[in-house]
């Protein structure tokens, strides 16, 4: 990241994908801009070491961990992000708490939704989408995997490309998720989601797949994560948790809107074929639910 990057998502998901390997006092700094960037950007280096507690050795690591070449091209860089936010756009700022009336819920979730999406949009590589879904047309097979709320993430992007002709698994249990990696073959595809990056199963599913010769693709929340540095391709996908959103919620909508730029992006490749069995399948579910209409 350099001073000349002003988009104000694009360096909150760069910062949230480098907080997991950042030190605590690294991202005690890291979590003060998130928090509150306009803070930071009237903040000297004294200020924000009072603020936050960490020396000014460790500000200015921090600043260069997340790109920049010292705190004062961190801050402006957070000052001409903070001139491009939309005037009108009014930000709904905290974590959910036990006393939340409904109302009020709901905005925080929503804005937090919204603030994945902008921060997965921002960050989110084409180059790397382009190259995975040129993986995925000549995969002969793909498998979607992932553990928990990941898995409902493989499942969906299973579902979507099952629907659009491919042969693709997503099997929940580990034991069978291991057993379709190693009958993977070259230029099979495999992706792993894992908003972590570091969950054991995962981890050993993209080996399996990767020793069987095909192509892996790490669906997570860290570019540098252990899951995103072993795979071929990475896509990073924003959204973290506190308080009382679970993890499955902001991460899940991050990973959810990849899946579908990847699934429109492959259906843009492939056109007739794709679109002809989208409409096979289609009009066969149709057909199955007016069939048992009339039952």
Not at 188 to 211: F, K, P, R, Y
């Amino acid at each position: 990241m350099t001073t000349d990057t002003q988009d104000p998502d694009e360096i909150s998901a760069r910062i949230r994908a480098a907080l997991p390997s950042l030190s605590p006092a690294a991202a005690k700094v890291a979590r003060l801009i998130l928090d509150d960037p306009d803070k930071v950007t009237r903040s000297t280096v004294l200020d924000l070491k009072e603020t936050t507690g960490v020396s000014e050795a460790t500000i200015v690591r921090a600043a260069r961990s997340l790109g920049f070449a010292g705190y004062p091209q961190l801050r402006l860089a957070l000052a001409a992000a903070s001139g491009r936010r939309q005037p009108n756009h009014q930000v709904v700022t905290g974590n959910v708490s036990q006393s939340d009336a409904i109302d009020v819920v709901i905005a925080k979730l929503a804005e937090a939704e919204q603030q994945a999406l902008r921060e997965t949009a921002a960050h989110l590589d084409p180059d790397s989408i382009d190259q995975v879904t040129a993986a995925i047309t000549r995969a002969s097979r793909i498998l979607s995997f992932g553990i928990g709320a990941s898995g409902l993430v493989a499942a969906d992007f299973q579902h979507k490309l099952t629907r659009a002709g491919f042969i693709c698994s997503s099997p929940s249990d580990i034991h069978l998720a291991v057993t379709d990696a190693t009958l993977l073959k070259d230029q099979d595809v495999a992706l792993i989601v894992s908003h972590s990056g570091e969950t054991h199963e995962s981890l050993n599913v993209l080996d399996v797949a990767g020793d069987a010769g095909a192509v892996t693709v790490a669906l997570t929340g860290s570019e540098r994560s252990t899951l995103a540095r072993k795979a071929d391709y990475s896509l990073i996908a924003a959204g973290h948790e506190r308080g009382l959103r679970p993890g499955a919620l902001s991460s899940r909508i991050g990973q959810l809107f990849v899946v579908d730029c990847l699934f429109v992006s492959l259906t843009q490749k492939t056109f007739e074929t794709t679109s002809a069995s989208i409409q096979m399948t289609r009009e066969t579910v149709a057909n199955m639910h007016s069939g048992s209409s009339h039952a």
